[in-house]
């Protein structure tokens, strides 16, 4: 070990990398001393280590200035860069990026700038794209050059989450095409689509369910007497979540693995639920280094403090129990014949069917063929369905969770609203009061477009935030400007909700913009009242492009018929405080930064419309 005696400094870690440096450099021998006869180092074997380092230096130097001149003259040659914040040299605007709520920063550059937007980070390039104009010129017309996913080593490496078997981050590939089609298949794309039958059943029962649960802890309807079976019930204007998580839970894991969720405390939710939340932590760009600088990946997993990979350990073992154990018991049940219809039994069956009639042809022909199945190689294989079933739960839980939590809000904050939703409904449903009300069914939804209103209404609040990225395949020009290949691409949602241009009063929750009303004028022909809002960025909401959200029509008819029985059967009525006073609880419109904005937890409760509704909740039991 050679120790240089160097004159005592503050010990800051430049100093120490000063002190070290021409250790490190291979400088060491030249400067090996007998330390009972140290000196000062002399002026001229300082000079001399001086000149040694900047020879050393000059060749990698020298490269990066030919090669940023190079870079000047090539980018010289070719169209613009977008407009952007000006950058730093080396970080690039990194400085610039927020931490959180990325979204209204983008946003409001896009008053400056425009809505296409060209940031860099470390090297980098980065393109948001602030109206849905260009992010449908881009990511749905030039879609083969834009769907495939960017490259986070927290995600991608196999050596830390190893995540990319889940169709969200796999890149656009064979496998990926094969998946789509898998998906497609089994869950309908339309949400009247016969197929779609099963899971309606199961929606419909989930919904019942949220219903007789918060009915056991809702309030009583106003014209109660004590003596009312509701009335029994304490209210905690908190529960309502937890009853609509279990229900979502309920529906996700029923539509794909037909496995009905245990009330409390079911393994298999907090399983899943400790998936996703792992994974959330794994892909927050400040969580760890490795995301940013990708060469960290090499570090080895025994290093002290390298919490990447341990992260990546725990994520990889939860996922594989989390991917094993639903599918075992499914097995389980389609050997004994008593699995429930869901996307694995489904695609399980088909995948058994065909096997069985390649075999009974091999048998004819002598030989087995896989090639109908494949694309480019790529034959559907159980292992697909594991991961696609796998998937649902941390695509739709919190997509679906938060536009109900949205929705429940704004018409606890709007009762004009309720009282149009709850008008509305009576007419296709009967009064509340009368003997004649019943529940809603799927075969009610046309005649109530109101509530699709809210729905949609909804959905606009609790957009995605925009971390979805796919970078260029090629290099391309848009608008004259030049798009870097391998450019992360950000549609920024909440750019596109607020434009002023489509979306009038962005900021109010009115359900009526998605409503074209018409009226009969005096001699009996229909006139239109009002159109609806012209809204494509409602299409948005699901993403664009080839990588467009698969699950659409499956949310969406989660969500309202959650939405159109709570409706039914409750008013939405603010908790009181100690005084006796209403809760306001308008704060709770600005939404928490996540990846799927949501409403902070605000206390709501829930009013039975009549005796004779909590009657008929309570009659779905049956
Ligand atoms: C309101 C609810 C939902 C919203 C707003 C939503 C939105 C999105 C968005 C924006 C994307 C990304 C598209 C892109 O990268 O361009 C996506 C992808 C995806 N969604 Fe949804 N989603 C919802 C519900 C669901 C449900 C219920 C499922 C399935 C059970 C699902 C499954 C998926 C899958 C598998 C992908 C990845 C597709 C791919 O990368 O090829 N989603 N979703």
């Not at 905690?236 to 279990?246: Q, V």
Request: hydrophobic share 40%; net charge neutral.
């Amino acid at each position: 070990m050679i120790e240089l005696d160097l004159p005592p400094s503050p010990s800051s870690p430049v100093n120490s990398w000063f002190r070290n440096a021409p250790l490190a450099a291979g400088f060491g021998q030249s400067l090996q001393t007998d330390s009972s006869q140290q000196q000062p180092p002399s002026l001229s074997s300082t000079f001399s280590i001086i000149m040694r380092i900047l020879a050393l230096a000059i060749v990698p130097v020298g490269w990066w200035i030919l090669h940023l001149i190079r870079l000047r003259r090539k980018n010289a040659q070719m169209p613009p860069l977008p407009p952007g914040p000006k950058p730093l040299p080396v970080l690039g605007n990194l400085l610039d990026l927020p931490v959180e709520r990325d979204y209204e920063t983008y946003t409001r550059w896009k008053d400056v700038y425009g809505d296409v937007i060209y940031l860099s980070a470390l090297g980098n390039d980065i393109v948001v794209l602030n109206s849905v104009q260009a992010a449908s010129d881009l990511l749905d017309k030039r879609s083969l050059w834009y769907s495939d996913r960017p490259y986070i080593p927290m995600i991608h490496e196999d050596s830390l989450m190893g995540f990319n078997w889940t169709l969200i981050f796999m890149n656009y590939s064979p496998a990926w095409r094969q998946q789509r089609r898998l998906f497609a298949k089994h869950i309908p794309n339309s949400a009247y689509a016969s197929s779609g039958y099963t899971f309606r059943v199961r929606q419909i029962s989930s919904a019942h369910n949220l219903l007789r649960q918060l009915l056991r802890t809702s309030t009583p309807p106003a014209s109660d007497d004590s003596k009312s079976s509701t009335s029994l019930s304490t209210s905690d204007p908190y529960s309502y979540r937890s009853h609509m998580r279990f229900v979502f839970g309920n529906v996700l894991l029923g539509v794909a693995y037909g496995y009905d969720v245990q009330p409390e405390d079911d393994p298999h939710i907090d399983l899943f639920e400790r998936g996703v939340q792992l994974v959330n932590v794994g892909i927050n760009p400040g969580t760890f280094l490795v995301n940013v600088f990708p060469i960290l990946k090499h570090i080895p997993a025994w290093m002290p403090f390298n919490y990447a990979k341990a992260h990546g350990k725990l994520v990889r073992q939860t996922h594989r129990e989390l991917k094993e154990r639903p599918m075992e018991i499914l097995r389980a049940k389609l050997a004994s014949g008593t699995a429930a219809p869901s996307f694995a039994t489904n695609a399980l069956m088909d995948i058994y069917t065909e096997r069985a009639e390649a075999l009974a042809k091999s048998k004819v022909a002598g030989q087995i063929s896989e090639k109908s199945n494949s694309d480019n190689g790529h034959v559907i294989s159980e292992t697909d369905v594991k991961h696609i079933a796998a998937s649902m739960y941390g695509a739709g839980f919190d997509t679906t969770f938060a536009p109900l939590l949205f929705a429940t809000l704004h018409l606890l904050l709007n009762p004009s609203i309720q009282q149009r939703a709850h008008a509305e409904l009576d007419t296709v449903l009967g009064s509340p009061n009368s003997n004649t009300f019943r529940l809603p069914t799927w075969e009610d939804r046309p005649h109530l477009p109101y509530i699709d209103a809210i729905l949609k209404e909804s959905l606009s609040a609790s957009n995605t935030s925009p971390s979805e990225a796919t970078p260029t395949k090629e290099y391309d020009t848009y608008r004259n400007f030049r798009i870097p290949r391998g450019s992360m691409i950000i549609p920024n949602l909440w750019a596109m909700l607020r434009d002023p241009e489509v979306y009038h009063d962005p900021e109010a929750f009115k359900p009526e913009r998605f409503l074209r009303e018409e009226y009969t004028d005096e001699a009996g022909n229909v006139r239109v009242l009002r159109e609806a809002e012209p809204h494509p960025s409602v299409n948005g909401l699901f993403g664009f492009g080839r990588r467009a959200c698969p699950g659409q029509y499956l949310a969406d008819s989660i969500i309202w018929v959650e939405l159109v029985n709570l409706l039914a059967c409750f008013k939405f009525v603010p908790a009181l405080d100690g005084n006796g006073k209403p809760i306001d609880v308008s704060w709770a419109k600005t939404p928490l930064p996540a990846f799927v904005l949501h409403p902070p937890a605000f206390p709501c409760l829930f009013e039975p419309r009549s005796d004779i509704v909590a009657q008929r909740i309570m009659e779905t039991e049956a």
